[in-house]
Protein backbone atom coordinates (compact mmCIF):
# COMPACT_ATOMS: atom_id res chain seq x y z
CA UNK A 1 0.00 0.00 0.00
CA UNK A 2 1.37 3.83 -1.44
CA UNK A 3 1.05 6.47 1.03
CA UNK A 4 1.08 10.21 0.05
CA UNK A 5 2.40 11.50 3.49
CA UNK A 6 4.38 8.78 4.63
CA UNK A 7 5.92 5.72 4.31
CA UNK A 8 5.34 2.26 5.94
CA UNK A 9 7.35 -0.99 5.26
CA UNK A 10 7.86 -3.94 7.24
CA UNK A 11 11.53 -5.85 7.67
CA UNK A 12 12.33 -9.00 9.86
CA UNK A 13 9.33 -8.20 11.73
CA UNK A 14 9.37 -4.42 12.03
CA UNK A 15 7.11 -1.65 10.82
CA UNK A 16 8.92 0.91 9.86
CA UNK A 17 6.46 4.54 10.33
CA UNK A 18 8.01 7.91 8.33
CA UNK A 19 6.49 11.32 8.23
CA UNK A 20 7.16 12.27 5.08
CA UNK A 21 6.17 16.02 4.38
CA UNK A 22 10.08 16.80 4.60
CA UNK A 23 8.96 20.50 3.01
CA UNK A 24 6.60 21.03 5.54
CA UNK A 25 8.90 19.52 8.27
CA UNK A 26 6.69 16.70 8.52
CA UNK A 27 3.39 18.67 9.93
CA UNK A 28 0.33 16.33 10.46
CA UNK A 29 -2.37 17.56 7.74
CA UNK A 30 -5.92 15.55 7.92
CA UNK A 31 -4.70 13.34 5.44
CA UNK A 32 -1.89 12.27 7.10
CA UNK A 33 -3.74 11.37 10.23
CA UNK A 34 -5.85 9.20 8.17
CA UNK A 35 -3.30 8.06 6.44
CA UNK A 36 -1.53 6.81 9.65
CA UNK A 37 -5.06 5.04 10.81
CA UNK A 38 -5.18 3.25 7.64
CA UNK A 39 -1.41 1.93 9.18
CA UNK A 40 -2.76 0.66 12.52
CA UNK A 41 -5.28 -0.95 10.07
CA UNK A 42 -2.55 -2.48 8.58
CA UNK A 43 -0.39 -3.85 11.62
CA UNK A 44 -3.75 -4.66 13.10
CA UNK A 45 -4.33 -7.23 10.59
CA UNK A 46 -0.70 -8.78 10.25
CA UNK A 47 0.62 -10.65 13.59
CA UNK A 48 4.05 -10.70 11.81
CA UNK A 49 4.83 -7.37 12.87
CA UNK A 50 6.12 -7.66 15.92
CA UNK A 51 6.92 -4.28 16.99
CA UNK A 52 6.42 -0.46 15.56
CA UNK A 53 8.82 2.45 15.07
CA UNK A 54 7.76 6.05 14.02
CA UNK A 55 10.12 8.49 12.40
CA UNK A 56 10.65 11.35 10.54
CA UNK A 57 11.54 11.89 6.43
CA UNK A 58 14.79 14.02 6.12
CA UNK A 59 17.32 15.21 8.50
CA UNK A 60 15.96 18.12 10.51
CA UNK A 61 12.12 16.97 12.01
CA UNK A 62 10.47 13.86 13.30
CA UNK A 63 7.41 16.01 13.10
CA UNK A 64 7.05 19.84 13.50
CA UNK A 65 3.12 20.03 14.43
CA UNK A 66 0.15 20.07 13.51
CA UNK A 67 -0.43 21.85 9.92
CA UNK A 68 -0.70 24.62 10.91
CA UNK A 69 -1.57 26.79 7.66
CA UNK A 70 -4.99 24.01 7.62
CA UNK A 71 -5.22 24.48 11.53
CA UNK A 72 -6.07 28.31 10.80
CA UNK A 73 -8.65 27.67 7.54
CA UNK A 74 -10.74 25.86 10.51
CA UNK A 75 -13.30 26.64 12.46
CA UNK A 76 -14.40 26.07 16.12
CA UNK A 77 -16.18 22.61 15.20
CA UNK A 78 -13.37 21.62 12.27
CA UNK A 79 -10.72 22.17 15.21
CA UNK A 80 -12.98 19.79 17.41
CA UNK A 81 -13.27 17.28 14.95
CA UNK A 82 -9.75 17.75 14.07
CA UNK A 83 -8.62 17.06 17.71
CA UNK A 84 -11.01 14.19 18.26
CA UNK A 85 -9.76 12.83 14.93
CA UNK A 86 -5.87 12.92 16.05
CA UNK A 87 -7.04 11.64 19.78
CA UNK A 88 -8.76 8.91 18.02
CA UNK A 89 -5.52 7.64 16.04
CA UNK A 90 -3.52 8.39 18.62
CA UNK A 91 -5.53 6.09 21.54
CA UNK A 92 -5.15 3.24 18.57
CA UNK A 93 -1.51 3.86 18.52
CA UNK A 94 -0.80 3.27 21.76
CA UNK A 95 -3.03 0.59 22.41
CA UNK A 96 -0.98 -1.44 19.39
CA UNK A 97 -0.62 -5.03 21.18
CA UNK A 98 3.56 -4.63 20.06
CA UNK A 99 6.11 -1.84 21.26
CA UNK A 100 6.14 0.98 19.89
CA UNK A 101 9.20 3.49 19.60
CA UNK A 102 9.19 7.01 17.86
CA UNK A 103 13.27 7.66 16.76
CA UNK A 104 13.01 11.66 17.39
CA UNK A 105 15.24 12.36 14.59
CA UNK A 106 14.22 16.69 14.84
CA UNK A 107 11.96 18.68 15.24
CA UNK A 108 9.18 17.08 17.48
CA UNK A 109 7.08 20.15 18.41
CA UNK A 110 3.23 20.50 19.13
CA UNK A 111 1.72 17.76 17.48
CA UNK A 112 5.48 16.15 16.83
CA UNK A 113 5.61 15.45 20.68
CA UNK A 114 1.79 14.41 21.25
CA UNK A 115 2.50 11.51 18.95
CA UNK A 116 6.04 10.75 20.12
CA UNK A 117 4.06 10.67 23.69
CA UNK A 118 1.73 8.05 22.35
CA UNK A 119 4.33 5.92 21.87
CA UNK A 120 5.87 3.07 24.63
CA UNK A 121 8.52 5.23 24.39
CA UNK A 122 11.12 8.11 22.84
CA UNK A 123 14.99 7.75 21.73
CA UNK A 124 15.89 10.79 20.51
CA UNK A 125 19.05 12.13 18.94
CA UNK A 126 21.21 14.69 20.12
CA UNK A 127 19.86 17.13 17.20
CA UNK A 128 16.16 16.69 18.35
CA UNK A 129 13.94 19.78 19.64
CA UNK A 130 11.09 18.85 21.86
CA UNK A 131 8.31 21.55 23.11
CA UNK A 132 4.32 21.71 22.74
CA UNK A 133 4.95 25.73 22.01
CA UNK A 134 0.90 25.70 20.93
CA UNK A 135 0.45 28.45 23.67
CA UNK A 136 2.73 30.86 21.44
CA UNK A 137 0.28 30.59 18.52
CA UNK A 138 -2.60 31.05 21.12
CA UNK A 139 -3.91 27.83 20.91
CA UNK A 140 -3.02 24.54 23.61
CA UNK A 141 -1.98 20.97 22.91
CA UNK A 142 -5.13 19.28 21.05
CA UNK A 143 -3.58 15.65 20.22
CA UNK A 144 -3.30 14.90 24.03
CA UNK A 145 -0.41 16.53 24.88
CA UNK A 146 -2.46 18.02 28.04
CA UNK A 147 -2.72 14.81 28.98
CA UNK A 148 -0.01 12.60 28.31
CA UNK A 149 3.04 14.89 28.74
CA UNK A 150 1.24 15.53 32.49
CA UNK A 151 1.36 11.59 32.91
CA UNK A 152 4.58 11.12 32.09
CA UNK A 153 6.55 14.31 33.27
CA UNK A 154 4.30 15.24 36.18
CA UNK A 155 1.96 17.87 36.09
CA UNK A 156 4.33 20.68 37.22
CA UNK A 157 6.80 20.13 34.31
CA UNK A 158 3.78 19.77 31.90
CA UNK A 159 2.30 23.42 33.57
CA UNK A 160 5.89 25.19 32.91
CA UNK A 161 6.35 23.21 29.86
CA UNK A 162 2.66 24.45 28.29
CA UNK A 163 2.54 27.38 29.63
CA UNK A 164 5.77 28.76 28.50
CA UNK A 165 5.67 26.76 24.98
CA UNK A 166 9.17 26.95 25.40
CA UNK A 167 11.10 24.74 23.54
CA UNK A 168 13.90 22.23 24.81
CA UNK A 169 16.72 19.99 23.80
CA UNK A 170 16.96 16.35 24.10
CA UNK A 171 19.21 16.19 26.79
CA UNK A 172 16.44 18.15 29.16
CA UNK A 173 13.85 15.83 27.50
CA UNK A 174 16.11 13.14 29.07
CA UNK A 175 16.24 14.95 32.44
CA UNK A 176 12.55 15.31 32.46
CA UNK A 177 12.48 11.53 31.72
CA UNK A 178 10.20 12.52 28.67
CA UNK A 179 12.71 10.37 26.56
CA UNK A 180 14.28 7.17 27.32
CA UNK A 181 17.89 7.64 25.70
CA UNK A 182 19.77 10.29 23.65
CA UNK A 183 21.68 9.25 20.52
CA UNK A 184 24.25 10.42 18.11
CA UNK A 185 22.11 11.20 14.92
CA UNK A 186 23.97 8.70 13.14
CA UNK A 187 23.32 6.01 15.47
CA UNK A 188 19.53 6.81 16.59
CA UNK A 189 18.28 3.93 13.95
CA UNK A 190 20.53 1.45 14.63
CA UNK A 191 20.01 1.94 18.15
CA UNK A 192 16.26 1.70 18.17
CA UNK A 193 16.09 -1.08 15.58
CA UNK A 194 18.09 -3.01 17.67
CA UNK A 195 16.00 -2.94 20.66
CA UNK A 196 12.72 -3.48 19.01
CA UNK A 197 14.10 -6.16 17.26
CA UNK A 198 15.26 -7.58 21.22
CA UNK A 199 11.16 -7.08 22.03
CA UNK A 200 10.08 -8.68 18.87
CA UNK A 201 12.06 -11.67 19.63
CA UNK A 202 9.68 -11.85 23.03
CA UNK A 203 6.59 -13.55 23.98
CA UNK A 204 3.71 -12.07 22.04
CA UNK A 205 1.54 -12.71 24.51
CA UNK A 206 3.61 -11.22 27.25
CA UNK A 207 4.32 -8.37 25.94
CA UNK A 208 0.79 -7.46 25.47
CA UNK A 209 -0.29 -8.81 28.86
CA UNK A 210 2.65 -5.76 29.92
CA UNK A 211 1.64 -3.16 28.38
CA UNK A 212 -1.96 -3.25 28.84
CA UNK A 213 -1.54 -3.66 32.30
CA UNK A 214 0.89 -0.82 32.63
CA UNK A 215 -1.32 1.58 30.66
CA UNK A 216 -4.46 0.67 32.33
CA UNK A 217 -3.25 0.49 35.78
CA UNK A 218 -1.84 4.22 34.77
CA UNK A 219 -5.15 5.26 34.58
CA UNK A 220 -6.87 3.82 37.87
CA UNK A 221 -5.97 3.15 41.58
CA UNK A 222 -3.24 0.61 43.02
CA UNK A 223 -5.78 -1.91 43.87
CA UNK A 224 -7.68 -2.03 40.48
CA UNK A 225 -3.94 -1.92 39.07
CA UNK A 226 -3.04 -4.95 41.14
CA UNK A 227 -5.76 -7.07 39.87
CA UNK A 228 -5.17 -6.53 36.73
CA UNK A 229 -1.81 -7.61 36.81
CA UNK A 230 -2.68 -10.63 38.59
CA UNK A 231 -5.31 -11.50 35.58
CA UNK A 232 -2.49 -10.77 32.69
CA UNK A 233 -0.25 -12.66 34.78
CA UNK A 234 -2.47 -16.20 34.98
CA UNK A 235 -3.20 -15.74 31.61
CA UNK A 236 0.76 -15.46 30.29
CA UNK A 237 1.21 -18.41 32.59
CA UNK A 238 -1.16 -20.13 30.80
CA UNK A 239 -0.04 -19.57 27.41
CA UNK A 240 2.89 -21.28 25.29
CA UNK A 241 5.57 -17.89 25.72
CA UNK A 242 5.59 -19.72 29.55
CA UNK A 243 5.79 -22.79 28.51
CA UNK A 244 8.73 -22.01 26.55
CA UNK A 245 10.27 -19.85 28.68
CA UNK A 246 10.67 -21.55 31.89
CA UNK A 247 11.28 -25.02 30.12
CA UNK A 248 14.18 -23.51 28.40
CA UNK A 249 15.67 -22.09 31.38
CA UNK A 250 15.14 -26.06 32.75
CA UNK A 251 16.86 -26.96 29.68
CA UNK A 252 19.11 -24.06 29.96
CA UNK A 253 19.02 -23.39 26.33
CA UNK A 254 17.48 -19.75 24.76
CA UNK A 255 13.77 -19.62 24.69
CA UNK A 256 12.11 -19.33 21.11
CA UNK A 257 8.76 -18.06 21.37
CA UNK A 258 5.94 -17.89 18.84
N1 LIG B 1 2.79 23.46 9.93
C1 LIG B 1 2.90 23.80 8.63
N2 LIG B 1 4.09 24.09 8.05
C2 LIG B 1 5.19 24.04 8.82
C3 LIG B 1 5.13 23.71 10.18
C4 LIG B 1 3.86 23.39 10.74
N3 LIG B 1 3.71 23.01 12.01
N4 LIG B 1 6.38 23.76 10.69
C5 LIG B 1 7.20 24.12 9.69
N5 LIG B 1 6.48 24.29 8.55
C6 LIG B 1 6.97 24.68 7.23
C7 LIG B 1 7.32 26.17 7.18
O1 LIG B 1 6.17 26.95 6.96
C8 LIG B 1 8.31 26.19 6.03
O2 LIG B 1 7.58 26.15 4.83
P1 LIG B 1 8.02 27.11 3.59
O3 LIG B 1 9.40 26.65 3.24
O4 LIG B 1 7.00 26.79 2.55
O5 LIG B 1 8.00 28.50 4.11
C9 LIG B 1 9.03 24.86 6.16
O6 LIG B 1 8.19 24.03 6.96
C10 LIG B 1 10.38 24.98 6.87
O7 LIG B 1 10.15 25.64 8.10
P2 LIG B 1 11.00 26.93 8.57
O8 LIG B 1 11.45 27.71 7.38
O9 LIG B 1 10.19 27.63 9.60
O10 LIG B 1 12.27 26.21 9.19
P3 LIG B 1 13.19 26.77 10.37
O11 LIG B 1 14.36 25.87 10.43
O12 LIG B 1 13.44 28.22 10.20
O13 LIG B 1 12.31 26.58 11.71
C11 LIG B 1 10.85 25.39 13.21
C12 LIG B 1 11.96 25.28 12.13
C13 LIG B 1 11.44 26.04 14.46
C14 LIG B 1 10.40 23.97 13.52
C15 LIG B 1 9.70 26.23 12.66
O14 LIG B 1 9.32 25.74 11.38
C16 LIG B 1 8.48 26.25 13.53
O15 LIG B 1 8.45 26.91 14.54
N6 LIG B 1 7.42 25.49 13.14
C17 LIG B 1 6.17 25.49 13.84
C18 LIG B 1 6.26 24.69 15.12
C19 LIG B 1 4.96 24.75 15.87
O16 LIG B 1 4.53 25.78 16.32
N7 LIG B 1 4.30 23.58 16.04
C20 LIG B 1 3.04 23.48 16.71
C21 LIG B 1 1.93 23.55 15.70
S1 LIG B 1 0.33 23.56 16.44
C22 LIG B 1 0.05 21.97 16.90
O17 LIG B 1 0.87 21.11 16.72
C23 LIG B 1 -1.26 21.70 17.54
C24 LIG B 1 -1.53 20.21 17.67
C25 LIG B 1 -2.98 19.96 18.03
C26 LIG B 1 -3.93 20.25 16.89
C27 LIG B 1 -5.31 19.91 17.30
C28 LIG B 1 -6.32 20.02 16.14
C29 LIG B 1 -6.75 21.42 15.81
Redesign the pocket.
Known sequence: MTFKHLNFDISDTIGLLTFNRP???N???HELVQEMDAVLDLIEQDPGVRALVLTGAGD??F?????????TK?DSL???K??T??HKTFARLAALPIPVIAAVNG?A????T?VALACDFIYASEKA?F????I??G?????G?TQRLARVVGPNRAKELIYT?R?FPASDALTYGLVNQVCAPEALMETVMKTAKAMALKGRVCIQAAKESINSGLSTDLETGLKIEANAFALCLASPDAKEGTQAFLEKRKAKFL
Do not use: H, M, Q, R
Not at 131 to 134: D, Q, T, V
Open positions: KALALNKAVAGADISEILGAKFSLGFLGGGEVGLPETLIIPGFGGT
